[in-house]
Structures are given as C-alpha cells and as structure tokens.
C-alpha cells in the first residue's frame, strides 16, 4: 500500500476513535505504555533485528509491535491535539 493510501486509511480508521476520548481518556491514553514484559520483549527484538538475527516468525512478531507502536502513537498525538481544542471542565 502506498504512503498516500495507508495515510487515508489510518486517518479514516483514527479520526473517529480519537474524537470519542473524553477529557480522561484522552490522558490515559497519553500516559499508557508497554508493560514491562512486553518491553522487555520488543527490546531483545530490536536488538536482534538490528543484528540481523530475526527468524521469520521473530520478524513478523517485530513488525506487528513496530506498527501497533506507530497506530498507538498516532492516536495519542491526536489525543494530545484534542486536549488542546477542548476547554477544560
């Protein structure tokens, strides 16, 4: 899929669950991070990836965290501008 495309898509898919976070949830959602196994985790994989010691099934386990850690990052930047616009209540 090219850039443009998945762009639309996560923007169609996005927009819509970032605009249901109340006030509290928009900051819980900025606040939430990996627990410390599944860091642990990502961690000796980026390591690994970085050496280029993955196997297959490594890669795609790897590339499903990096591209959850980007959809997760996007919705909390959105989460971020949504406080912004809000009025605090």
Not at 12 to 22: G, N, Q, Y
Not at 44 to 59: F, I, P, V, W, Y
């Amino acid at each position: 899929m090219k850039n443009g495309r998945r762009h639309y898509v996560l923007k169609r898919l996005l927009d819509p669950l970032a605009r249901c976070l109340s006030r509290e949830g928009a900051r819980e959602l900025i606040s939430m991070k990996a627990d410390r196994i599944a860091q642990a985790r990502i961690d000796l994989l980026a390591r690994k990836c970085n050496d280029g010691q993955l196997t297959d099934e490594e890669r795609q386990e790897y590339e499903t965290y990096v591209h959850l850690g980007n959809m997760i990052a996007i919705l909390k930047a959105k989460a971020r501008l949504q406080l912004k616009r809000q009025p605090a209540s």
